[in-house]
């Protein structure tokens, strides 16, 4: 069984900081990829930010210079440092993880989410 737990989340004003963290855990082989993804109230959850073990980090538009994701391999962690907030950046924010947990075959996993609220 593979869990993903986050946490970090909370209320910010605009142009504050926050840092989110996520940590899989289980039985897991390999990570192939580790991504944030964010849902706002009444949008269609949207993609973040993805770092691919081994790979390079790749930003959506709209946080791009802004946020910025890492990742701590030894822990099956992955973090969000979330930088110059602002309100249209209030959402619930979701990690998932691509991975094997020894079969052959590759699966997501998706954490509950953590509340981010950027508002004065």
């Known amino acids: 069984q593979v869990q993903l737990v986050e946490s970090g989340g909370g209320l910010v004003q605009p142009g504050g900081s926050l840092r989110l963290s996520c940590v899989a855990s289980?039985?897991?082989?390999?990570?192939?990829?580790m991504t944030w993804y964010r849902q706002a109230p009444g949008k269609q959850r949207e993609w973040v930010a993805a770092?691919?073990?081994?790979?390079?980090?790749n930003y959506a538009d709209s946080v791009k210079g802004r946020f910025t994701i890492s990742r701590d391999n030894g822990q099956n962690t992955v973090y969000l440092q979330m930088n110059s907030l602002k309100p249209e950046d209030t959402a619930v924010y979701y990690c998932?993880?691509?991975?094997?947990?020894?079969?052959?075959?590759?699966?997501?996993?998706w954490g509950q989410g953590t509340q981010v609220t950027v508002s004065s």
């Open positions: 770092f691919p073990t081994g790979g390079t980090t």
């Open positions: 998932n993880a691509e991975l094997s947990t020894g079969s052959p075959f590759r699966n997501l996993y």
């Open positions: 289980g039985s897991i082989s390999h990570i192939y990829v």
